[in-house]
């Protein structure tokens, strides 16, 4: 039988920005680019699947808007080494305030401001100088060019959630979202200082992100690679990780299959020292329900197996 290598990064490796930041940006911007194509003529008023939420609602935090941190902004503090922001919920407000009502046209508008602005930085002459750097967000202290592409995870999931109004996420918006997902994981864990590794296994896109002390890595793999995944579709997958759908119930009706349970868990253990970060919290849920049946099967000893206790981990 062939040992197939495990998912390991370089020296120095920063995920997606460090190994096809090219890639990763183009990624980016036809994610923006799919999403303005599937709203452009659908009305604002009418409300989408998530918390009873109006499509300007959904859509308005996205765009870019002088009230809120537009890349301008980030890159600005990025030069500077300013590490630290305020928190999202607060810049959302103040966008929501003064710009929910505003006319589609408007709205439309600050999305393709917040398209554009990606596609030029990709363009930039500093480019390569100025993706590494670190910046605070609602990720924590990220590299610019990691926090940049996270965007295509929001539109990802605003796509999904403004599916009841005939909005479609493409498999190519899918994979692009889910990307940006598994690497924020990758991100997120080298700054608890967690060696983790996780794989997405999904028909849109088969990608896994480790990490070892600063250093982590996200690339493609197959079906073969070692290590701890989660196998379901890449919108299952989002849904999970935004909140949209609960993952005790998809692991109930067998839509999501794991493997290498005590993996698992060590993920959900690193995930839970990192507080509030949007994308990783349903995924931390998510995994945390491992860890719940871990303890189910402790209680009850060996009426359900010593395998089932060692993968967990106790």
């Given at each position: 039988?062939?040992?197939?290598?495990?998912?390991a990064?370089?020296?120095?490796?920063?995920?997606?920005?460090?190994?096809?930041?090219?890639?990763m940006?183009?990624?980016?911007?036809?994610?923006?680019?799919a999403?303005?194509?599937?709203?452009s003529?659908i009305?604002?008023?009418?409300?989408?699947?998530?918390?009873?939420r109006?499509?300007?609602?959904?859509?308005v935090?996205?765009g870019?808007?002088?009230?809120?941190?537009?890349?301008?902004?980030?890159?600005?503090d990025?030069?500077?080494?300013?590490?630290?922001?305020?928190?999202?919920?607060?810049?959302?407000?103040r966008?929501i305030?003064a710009?929910?009502?505003d006319?589609a046209?408007?709205?439309?508008?600050?999305?393709?401001?917040?398209r554009?602005?990606?596609?030029?930085?990709?363009?930039s002459?500093?480019?390569d100088?100025?993706?590494?750097?670190?910046?605070?967000?609602?990720?924590?202290?990220?590299?610019?060019?990691?926090?940049?592409?996270?965007?295509s995870?929001?539109c990802?999931?605003a796509a999904l959630?403004?599916?009841?109004?005939?909005?479609r996420a493409?498999?190519e918006?899918?994979?692009?979202?889910?990307?940006?997902?598994?690497?924020?994981v990758?991100?997120?864990?080298?700054?608890?200082?967690?060696a983790i590794?996780?794989?997405a296994?999904?028909?849109q896109?088969?990608?896994?992100?480790a990490?070892?002390?600063?250093?982590?890595c996200?690339?493609?793999?197959d079906d073969?690679?070692?290590?701890p995944?989660?196998?379901?579709?890449?919108?299952?997958l989002?849904?999970?990780?935004?909140?949209?759908?609960?993952?005790?119930?998809?692991?109930?009706?067998g839509?999501?299959?794991?493997?290498?349970?005590?993996?698992?868990v060590t993920?959900a253990?690193?995930?839970?020292?990192?507080p509030?970060?949007?994308?990783?919290?349903?995924?931390?849920?998510?995994?945390?329900?491992?860890?719940?049946s871990?303890?189910?099967?402790?209680?009850?000893?060996?009426?359900l197996?010593?395998?089932?206790?060692?993968?967990?981990g106790?």
């Amino acid at each position: 039988m062939t040992h197939l290598p495990a998912l390991a990064p370089e020296p120095g490796e920063r995920g997606r920005a460090s190994a096809d930041l090219p890639g990763m940006l183009a990624a980016t911007v036809a994610a923006w680019d799919a999403l303005i194509a599937e709203v452009s003529h659908i009305p604002l008023s009418v409300v989408g699947r998530h918390k009873k939420r109006t499509a300007a609602r959904t859509l308005v935090v996205l765009g870019s808007w002088p009230e809120g941190r537009p890349l301008a902004a980030i890159r600005a503090d990025a030069l500077s080494g300013i590490t630290t922001a305020a928190p999202l919920d607060a810049i959302e407000d103040r966008i929501i305030t003064a710009h929910v009502h505003d006319s589609a046209e408007e709205i439309l508008a600050s999305l393709e401001r917040a398209r554009d602005d990606v596609a030029t930085w990709a363009a930039s002459p500093n480019l390569d100088q100025e993706a590494l750097l670190p910046v605070g967000g609602p990720l924590g202290v990220v590299p610019l060019a990691t926090l940049v592409a996270a965007t295509s995870y929001q539109c990802a999931v605003a796509a999904l959630d403004l599916a009841p109004l005939g909005v479609r996420a493409s498999n190519e918006l899918l994979a692009a979202g889910l990307a940006s997902l598994v690497d924020t994981v990758g991100a997120v864990a080298v700054q608890q200082e967690g060696a983790i590794t996780l794989l997405a296994l999904t028909p849109q896109l088969r990608i896994g992100t480790a990490t070892d002390g600063p250093d982590w890595c996200t690339r493609q793999v197959d079906d073969e690679m070692p290590g701890p995944a989660l196998v379901c579709s890449a919108g299952l997958l989002l849904d999970i990780a935004s909140g949209r759908a609960s993952a005790t119930a998809a692991y109930a009706r067998g839509e999501v299959q794991a493997r290498d349970l005590g993996g698992l868990v060590t993920v959900a253990q690193v995930l839970a020292g990192a507080p509030g970060l949007p994308g990783t919290e349903g995924l931390r849920t998510a995994l945390q329900a491992y860890t719940a049946s871990a303890q189910a099967a402790q209680r009850v000893g060996n009426a359900l197996g010593s395998a089932w206790l060692r993968l967990a981990g106790n």
